[in-house]
């Protein structure tokens, strides 16, 4: 029987470790891909050019492979969601966490699954019907398909992303902080915001990460929303991001213009890198 065991131990041992090195696997596979495919187009084009150009041209008669506008808009729609969804999300991790009663707290964190699986296709469709005119009759513009249109849509799909995380970090914290806390003195809200939070502050981070994830990575939803046009952002101007740019002319693509968004993908795979480096700073920092 101990044989029998420890054999499973082994065979166990072996079988997660083997799934380890497959997830490793795919990340070389993935940034070696990229890179093959990317570096080409970036020497051929001047990286000076590439990176900071500001005329997106790939199908003129002289085509241009500017894509300063695009990094531009991502990380301004990027910056914008988050300043609207983390906030929101968090303090929607708070009271589902500590503050909500029992029953109406099941009904908010059932109402966030559903938004976690609810596909990009169907954000960006009521972003068309809804958000778009609105904010063509709000701000009386000729046409609703913009950067802050996307801000908006974006926001809304990274809140259950945010919350579910930061609820479950909050959840976390051990009961006797909250109670050490009230019976110093502390109200409840003072031992949630200067105690509580404080201590899930790591799985919050992670949370936001995960939510920027969400935000740099979608295409189809801002590309319904935003007017997917080259220009330098605006607030009100029709925009493309990074995603969109891959997105909307890899079907039609071929040759130097292909190559070209395999480099874009290549910068775009690179701003999650920094972005999942810098909260792996972060998070080693609070340890320590």
């Given at each position: 029987m101990k ?16 799934c ?17 495919s ?17 005329v997106?041209?790939s ?18 729609g ?18 589902t966490?500590?503050m ?18 609810i596909?990009?296709?169907v954000?960006?469709?009521?972003g ?5 005119p ?7 513009l ?11 849509v974006?926001?809304v799909m ?6 579910s ?7 976390s914290?051990?009961r ?6 009230l ?6 809200t003072?031992?949630?915001?200067k105690?509580i939070?404080p201590?899930?502050k790591?799985g ?7 939510g920027i ?8 939803a ?9 220009n330098?952002?605006s607030?009100f101007?029709s ?22 968004l ?6 775009l795979?690179?701003f999650i ?6 909260l792996?700073?972060?998070v ?5």
């Amino acid at each position: 029987m101990k044989r029998a065991a420890n054999f499973l131990e082994k065979a166990m041992n072996v079988i997660f470790t083997f799934c380890g090195f497959i997830a490793i696997a795919f990340v070389v596979l993935v940034t070696v891909f990229l890179l093959v495919s990317g570096i080409p187009a970036i020497k051929e084009i001047g990286i000076f050019n590439f990176l900071f150009g500001r005329v997106w041209a790939s199908t003129a008669q002289s085509p241009s492979y500017g894509i300063l506008p695009f990094i531009l808009t991502s990380v301004y729609g990027t910056v914008g969601a988050v300043l609207i969804g983390v906030p929101l999300g968090l303090l929607c991790a708070i009271f589902t966490a500590k503050m909500a009663p029992k029953g109406l707290g099941t009904v908010i964190r059932n109402a966030v699954d559903l938004l976690s699986g609810i596909p990009s296709v169907v954000y960006g469709l009521i972003g068309m019907i809804l958000i778009v005119p609105f904010v063509r009759e709000a701000f009386n513009l000729p046409d609703g398909a913009n950067l802050f249109s996307a801000i908006i849509v974006l926001a809304v799909m990274i809140l259950p992303t945010v919350i579910s995380v930061s609820e479950t970090a909050i959840r976390s914290v051990p009961r006797e902080y909250e109670e050490a806390s009230l019976a110093l003195g502390a109200t409840k809200t003072e031992t949630v915001f200067k105690i509580i939070v404080p201590a899930a502050k790591s799985g919050i981070l992670t949370g936001i990460v995960l939510g920027i994830g969400r935000s740099i990575g979608e295409a189809m939803a801002v590309m319904m929303v935003s007017g997917n046009v080259a220009n330098m952002p605006s607030l009100f101007k029709s925009v493309r991001f990074l995603t969109t740019a891959v997105a909307s002319e890899m079907s039609y693509s071929s040759g130097l213009q292909r190559q070209a968004l395999f480099s874009v993908a290549l910068v775009l795979f690179v701003f999650i890198l920094i972005i999942n480096l810098i909260l792996n700073l972060v998070v080693k920092k609070d340890v320590k």
